[in-house]
């Protein structure tokens, strides 16, 4: 069984940065995830993904050239690394695992994402001064 672990939430100051992690376990080949986020009071929306193997990624708009996606096969570890935050960044930071096409869909769509196959269960972002 699938199971995601993300971690590296905190509180930050606008401007910073903070890393998120995603471990993944209970697989034996490197598995594409994707990285969502909900705010309060909103729906859950796309962020990043990227491919099994590391050679693929995709931004959604809100966050493309702030954040960046990647994945250490040695310890089956996505990272998220995210700098210049801003406060409309504070939400619950999901991952989730699926076949990539349905991440990419999910991230690039401005729907809610699709009932991917496994999700982690979250970590907390606030960024505030």
């Known amino acids: 069984q699938v199971q995601l672990v993300e971690s590296g939430g905190g509180l930050v100051q606008p401007g910073g940065s903070l890393q998120l992690s995603c471990v993944v376990s209970?697989?034996?080949?490197?598995?594409?995830i994707g990285w969502f986020r909900q705010a309060p009071g909103t729906e859950r929306k796309g962020v990043a993904c990227?491919?099994?193997?590391?050679?693929?990624?995709y931004y959604s708009d809100s966050v493309t050239g702030r954040f960046s996606i990647s994945i250490d096969h040695a310890n089956n570890t996505v990272y998220l690394q995210m700098a210049n935050l801003n406060p409309e960044d504070t939400a619950v930071y999901y991952c989730?695992?699926?076949?990539?096409?349905?991440?990419?869909?999910?991230?690039?769509?401005?729907?809610?994402?699709?009932?991917?196959?496994?999700w982690g269960q979250g970590t907390q972002v606030t960024v505030s001064s």
């Open positions: 989730a695992t699926d076949l990539f096409p349905f991440l990419l869909f999910s991230v690039q769509t401005p729907s809610p994402p699709l009932s991917l196959a496994s």
């Open positions: 209970g697989v034996t080949d490197p598995m594409p």
């Open positions: 990227i491919n099994g193997g590391g050679d693929r990624r």
